[in-house]
């Protein structure tokens, strides 16, 4: 992933080019889903083997200023190994800012439901002349922070590099998916099976409907989907329909698991001596 790097670790990584490729080679991103909001999370997190993380922004409270020491410290301590990628809480100038500002690689736009929504999502990422995006200045300093290739400014780099991804949670995002996926600048797209199905009032046949329309459009205009993929089981059926970057550990989920597990072992083993003990003692 290293490969993805700009000039400096505190800019931006190319998320926008590691999606490509994952196209061009038939080949998938794996992520980890964040949901404690904590830098030293985000110090074990850098010492593993994910490719790319998500900050959960839309769920879990967090400040923009947290937000920003968490990518950071994800970027350093994985020494620019690892892709932050931030769902923000709206498509909001404000929240997509600060995220890339930080120097995510991409943001999830949440409840993605029309053209125009996205329109100002990918304005929100994107310095003139694509977009609307405002100069800060004080974010990167003059010298190496802003290094950039021949011909380019940090901020050229930056729009190249960050990536945008529509996340589609209703009836109304899918009634407007192809239209959405036909705007230039959308990097990929997310569903979101939960909210889509509690707005399509989980019927169980309209919500499946729904989500093998949205991978058809999908692949019809050659967009990877994005998804959380808990099940080991589900992971190749999903490659196979198009998902080419999945989260498939969060924080929460592991380490619910892990203490359970942990505990139970610790249980079976001194109920199992005693089961012994009673046993031999019954001889």
């Known amino acids: 992933m290293d490969r993805y ?4 670790i505190r800019q931006s990584p190319n998320l926008r080019q590691a999606i490509a490729d994952t196209i061009e080679n038939d080949t998938a991103l794996f992520g980890y889903w964040a949901g404690l909001p904590s830098v030293d999370v985000c110090k074990v997190v850098a010492a593993t083997n994910v490719d790319w993380v998500v900050f959960d ?8 200023t947290l937000m920003a020491e968490m990518i950071q410290t994800l970027r350093m301590y994985s020494q620019g190994r690892i892709i932050p990628v931030v769902r923000v809480p709206s498509y909001a100038h404000d929240w997509v800012t600060w995220a890339l500002d930080a120097g995510a690689g991409g943001i999830i736009i949440p409840h993605s439901e029309t053209p125009a929504q996205v329109r100002a999502s990918i304005a929100a990422a994107r310095f003139p002349p694509q977009g609307n995006r405002s100069f800060a200045p004080f974010v990167l300093f003059p010298g190496a922070q802003l290094a950039a290739p021949e011909g380019k400014t940090w901020m050229d780099v930056a729009s190249d590099h960050c990536a945008v991804i529509p996340q589609i949670e209703s009836g109304l995002g899918v009634e407007n998916l192809e239209e959405i996926l036909q705007i230039e600048g959308v990097d990929a797209i997310m ?5 889509l199905g509690n707005d399509l009032g989980n019927d169980p046949k309209r919500v499946a409907e729904a989500i093998e329309r949205i991978e058809s459009l999908a692949r019809q205009y050659s967009k990877p989907l994005v998804g959380f993929v808990p099940a080991e089981s589900d992971i190749v059926d999903r490659f196979k329909a198009g998902y080419r970057l999945m989260t498939t550990v969060a924080d929460v989920v592991v380490l619910k698991n892990g203490i359970e597990t942990g505990i139970q072992k ?11 003990e009673r046993q031999r003692l019954a001889k």
């Open 191 to 195: 569903i979101g099976p939960t909210d």
């Open 57 to 64: 922004g839309e769920h879990t409270p967090m400040s923009p």
């Open 266 to 276: 610790s249980r079976d083993l001194v109920e199992n001596y005693q089961k012994e």
């Open 5 to 8: 790097n700009a000039l400096h």
